[in-house]
Nanobody, 123 residues
Framework: QVQVVESGGGLVQAGGSLRLSCAAS????????VGWFRQAPGKERELTAA???????TYYADSVKGRFTISRDNAKTHYLQMNSLKPEDTAIYYC?????????????????WGQGTQVTVSS
């Protein structure tokens, strides 16, 4: 089993930056595919960025391309750097992990989820 905990959310003004962290514990002897999702009130959960197990493939939603960057330090720590934030980026952000060796872009493809961290961008 893998436990996932997000941190780094908060309140920021439009144009500002935040870095979200995702800490994994448990069976993390190897790297996993990681995705950062977000869910705004009344909307479906959507993928913003993903990285495959080896780190050589990434995916970004069009809405965040050029502003968000997904990265990892090691098998246990992953990040989502968010720059030029907009009010429409306001949501709960979730980190998800999966044992797959592929780049996972579907919500149902992830086995392990964190509880989420709130990001609020004021105008």
């Amino acid at each position: 089993q893998v436990q996932v905990v997000e941190s780094g959310g908060g309140l920021v003004q439009a144009g500002g930056s935040l870095r979200l962290s995702c800490a994994a514990s448990g069976r993390t002897s190897r790297t996993y595919a990681v995705g950062w999702f977000r869910q705004a009130p009344g909307k479906e959960r959507e993928l913003t960025a993903a990285i495959n197990w080896s780190g050589d493939k990434t995916y970004y939603a069009d809405s965040v391309k050029g502003r968000f960057t997904i990265s990892r330090d090691n098998a246990k720590t992953h990040y989502l750097q968010m720059n030029s934030l907009k009010p429409e980026d306001t949501a709960i952000y979730y980190c998800a992990m999966d044992r797959s060796y592929a780049l996972v872009t579907d919500l149902s493809g992830y086995d392990y989820w964190g509880q989420g961290t709130q990001v609020t961008v004021s105008s």
